[in-house]
């Protein structure tokens, strides 16, 4: 079946400082790779998103990269800021016509002044 | 446009009681899903409908029905609660890969 596997958290770092979180999944066919981004008290926020191969999804200065031959969706940044604490989730939607999307488990980050 | 709304916010019930959860969505998107997000399991789907008048299992359904009457609309029954479905609950809408979420509803059962 699909599954998802982030490192786990909470990923702790200084404001500026550069940002890695790990997503690798499993998944028959090509799947669709998405990170959402849940800020505390609310719902998730599509963040980004790829659907082939070599593509880079960005946005806020986020990015993530779809390696289908390493089967990972890496989220980077290259300087958080406090804004940016949240729990992150990596998700995939198989190419079925279900459309539901299978989650991580979520990485939660903190970034302190 | 609203997006999507969940009620209610937050709510507590103790064992073998029942209640209803509510979505709605006003962008017209034919597909809609339940899941629950539990402490370092991430989002799991409860069932998810098609279009109206469908709906289907996902991977939690046991202990909860479904109901999709009118399109904008998506209906989470539980009939007799169990501490077990102490979670929060989301609720989210697409029409393609995106989804969108609702804010979530918190329930408690005792």
């Known amino acids: 079946g699909n599954s998802v596997t982030q490192m786990e958290g909470p990923v702790t770092l200084s404001e500026e400082a550069f940002l890695t979180i790990n997503c690798t999944y499993t998944a028959t066919g090509y799947p669709s790779l998405f990170w959402y981004v849940q800020y505390p008290g609310e719902g998730l926020q599509l963040l980004l998103k790829a659907t082939k191969a070599d593509d880079k999804g960005s946005n806020k200065g986020f990015e993530a990269t779809y390696r289908k031959e390493t089967t990972s969706f890496h989220l980077e940044k290259g300087s958080v800021q406090v804004s940016d604490s949240a729990v992150y989730f990596c998700a995939l939607n198989p190419d079925t016509g279900r459309r539901a999307l299978t989650f991580g488990s979520g990485t939660r980050l903190q970034v302190q002044p | 446009n609203a997006g999507v709304t969940q009620t209610p916010k937050f709510r507590v019930l103790k064992t073998g009681q029942s209640m209803t959860l509510l979505c709605a969505q006003d962008?017209?998107?034919?597909?809609m899903y339940w899941y629950r997000q539990d402490p370092g399991m991430g989002l799991r789907l409860i069932h998810y409908s098609v279009g109206e008048g469908t709906t289907a299992k996902g991977e939690v359904p046991d202990g909860y029905n479904v109901s999709r009457l009118k399109k904008q609309n998506f209906l989470l029954g539980l009939e007799s609660a169990a501490p077990s479905q102490t979670s929060v609950y989301f609720c989210?809408?697409?029409?393609?890969?995106?989804?969108?979420f609702g804010p979530g509803t918190r329930l408690l059962v005792l």
């Open positions: 989210a809408s697409s029409y393609s890969s995106q989804k969108y």
């Open positions: 962008m017209n998107h034919e597909y």
